[in-house]
């Protein structure tokens, strides 16, 4: 390539655009074409031409694992004006020479573009296909990531949710245990107030007891006193009949004497009537009191007895010894 380069003239401004152009970046065939063309040989050049863009896109293609290499163009920069007048007859001599060569190379160079452009649509194709698979892998890890996404939206979801039922679940808990403890202290305080009430119940069951007890022992006693008061009745009836027949024996009561029994004490109707009422209250208020009315009565009827036998005994003495109711 170097030597084909060297063969064709330059235009005037050639020599200033390939000072400022980048080495990596050469100027297109197009651009450095001559502008008399009667000693081109079209052909080689049309073929230079087509070559071109293959060059470019050689050299533009990125490196792959299937082409590492990379296609690169060697430049020379073209001779001074000044040398060129001096060189033009020489050039002219080996021009038909250079036609000849040039055209050998040109056939070698279109062979060696078919090859480039076979290689290169084969790599093309090979990236296309890589292309295509890296495409539909992308897609599947799209979708996948996507499937992701989802999962972790929804996961987020149910812990969230499942949170929230943990939360409800705690306060159940706590209000259950207010509830229990509530219970416990309404069963204590119900076994409490059972205490008290059979506590209670049996104190009434006592006291009903002792109530039917004392209901018999008044019972008993009463018939005790029904019995005490018949037997006082008959001694009294028996006493009565007593002073009776002694009082009938001493007619005379004209003789005035200090009888001895006005010393013994003499109770009227009046007090014994009032004496039996006190002994009757005081029964009323309790049972232990007829125990006492009875024996009152008792001491009572003693007492009567007492005072027949004393009168009695002196109305005896006073009519056999002092001779009281004789004329």
Same mark, same amino acid.
């Given at each position: ?7 064709? %003239? ?22 450095? %074409? ?13 073929? *230079?031409?087509? &070559? !071109?863009?293959? !060059?470019? /896109? ?14 690169? &163009?060697? #430049?020379?920069? %073209?001779?001074?004006? /000044? ?20 055209? +050998? ?6 062979? +060696? ?13 090979? +990236? ?30 149910? *812990?969230?949710? &499942? /949170? ?21 202290? /309404? ?20 006291? !009903? ?43 005379? #009561? ?22 039996? &009422?006190?002994? %009757?209250? *005081? ?8 125990l006492l009315y009875s024996d009152s009565i008792v001491l009572r009827c003693l007492h009567s007895a007492n005072r027949i036998v004393s009168l009695q005994s002196f109305s005896i003495c006073s009519s056999g010894v002092f001779g009281?109711?004789?004329?």
């Amino acid at each position: 390539m170097p030597e084909n380069n060297r063969s064709y %003239a330059d235009p005037p401004d050639h020599h200033n655009t390939s000072s400022s152009s980048s080495p990596t970046q050469p100027p297109s065939f197009s651009d450095t %074409a001559p502008v008399n063309s009667g000693n081109v040989d079209r052909v080689l050049f049309k073929n *230079l031409v087509e &070559m !071109v863009p293959l !060059v470019e /896109s050689l050299m533009d293609r990125r490196a792959s694992s299937s082409y590492s290499r990379r296609a690169s &163009m060697a #430049y020379t920069p %073209a001779p001074s004006q /000044s040398r060129k007048g001096g060189e033009l007859s020489g050039r002219k001599t080996i021009q038909t020479a250079s036609i000849r060569k040039r055209r +050998d190379n040109g056939d070698n160079e279109v062979d +060696d573009s078919d090859g480039f452009s076979a290689i290169s649509s084969k790599d093309g194709q090979k +990236d296309k296909d890589e292309v295509i698979t890296l495409l539909q892998e992308v897609n599947d890890l799209r979708k996948k990531l996507l499937e992701k996404e989802e999962a972790l939206k929804s996961a987020e979801d149910l *812990l969230n949710q &499942m /949170s929230t039922t943990y939360a409800s679940l705690e306060e159940l808990r706590s209000q259950v245990a207010e509830k229990d403890s509530l219970v416990k202290t /309404s069963n204590l305080e119900l076994y409490n107030v059972k205490i008290k009430l059979a506590e209670k119940q049996a104190a009434l069951e006592k006291l !009903v007891w002792e109530i039917k007890m004392s209901s018999r022992k008044i019972e008993e006693l009463e018939g005790s006193l029904i019995s005490k008061d018949l037997e006082v009745n008959a001694l009294m009836q028996l006493f009565e009949e007593i002073a009776e027949k002694n009082s009938a024996g001493c007619p005379d #009561y004209s003789i005035t004497y200090n009888d001895p029994i006005d010393q013994y004490p003499f109770e009227t109707a009046d007090e014994i009537q009032m004496s039996e &009422m006190e002994e %009757a209250r *005081l029964l009323r208020q309790g049972s232990g009191f007829k125990l006492l009315y009875s024996d009152s009565i008792v001491l009572r009827c003693l007492h009567s007895a007492n005072r027949i036998v004393s009168l009695q005994s002196f109305s005896i003495c006073s009519s056999g010894v002092f001779g009281f109711g004789k004329e």
